[in-house]
């Protein structure tokens, strides 16, 4: 708990959709928030946190249909 979460969304084919947001921390080191993604198919998922000057890193790729 208490580090700062980001995740950036992506379309591999196209940055017209890309968006980012920071996640809120909702208790015990779990963070949520809402997202519209606007369209079916691939996404790469990139979220980042930092906690007490550390950097943490995924990157997936998921299929929304």
Avoid: C, H
């Amino acid at each position: 708990s208490g580090a700062n979460v980001n995740i950036k969304l992506m379309r591999p084919v196209t940055d017209k959709f890309d968006q980012t947001l920071m996640l809120e921390e909702s208790g015990q080191g779990e963070y949520n928030g809402k997202v519209y993604l606007p369209a079916l198919g691939q996404w790469e998922v990139q979220i980042k946190a930092y906690y007490q000057q550390e950097e943490f890193f995924m990157n997936q790729r998921v299929n929304l249909q």
